[in-house]
């Protein structure tokens, strides 16, 4: 276990409860955890729609984006820090395959490399990715951002930053402030997001040292919105 604490599973083994939607409030509201740092301790997440755009936002104790990875000077072995949203979305959605995991849009911070599209540069800020997440239990936490197996030609986004990974590097508007964590989604790219089911997750990431495939594994969990990944939160317009 490392400093930032962990949610006690990992997130393989809370997917295997099941990832159907849940009707509830559009909100997910947690109770604050003094065991997970304050930077990644939610204690809401939400998504609204609002003037043609998705609103993604999570609030954490306090200080949001304050706590980063430390720079290693090297690629293998690197740490990512996630602020994510797993949805009821299909990866179709995307824009890559349809069917390839569990759809999320991700938060991240990794100073030791860049993955922006065509080759923009990106790891001295919090930028978003989506991601497909899958189980393996070769990681830590379970699970791993899918690879993209050599020679294999998928169905990939425009924004694909050209990494071996299901991974996608829109310029979505982003921001850190005070305890919250907040991006904008056109919902004119992704209309499936207006009635999508989604969880808030805190989770830290880890390059394989020898760069084999899984390249990308979920590493550490700091916290599920839900505490057991059942997607409870609906899409609705703000208020």
Known sequence: MNRLGTAGLGLAALALLGLSPAVMAH???????DKVLASFDIVETRITTEAGKAVFRTRVRTDAGKVKP???GKFPGSEVYAYVWPTSLN???IGFDTGQGIVALAV??????DDGARGAKNRDVWHPHWVVLNEDKACPGGLKVKDIPEGAKPKLPETW????LLIDSPAYPTELKGDAVEVQVPLA???ALAT??????TAGLRVDGN????LLCVSNVFKVASGNLSLPGKVVPAR
């Open 27 to 33: 909100e997910i509201k947690v109770k604050s955890d």
């Open 70 to 72: 430390a720079a290693t």
């Open 91 to 93: 990866s179709g959605d």
């Open 108 to 113: 991240t911070f990794h100073p030791d490399f």
């Open 161 to 164: 930053p050209g990494v071996p």
């Open 189 to 191: 790219s992704i209309g």
């Open 196 to 201: 999508a089911s989604f969880d808030g997750v």
């Open 211 to 214: 760069l084999h495939a899984p």
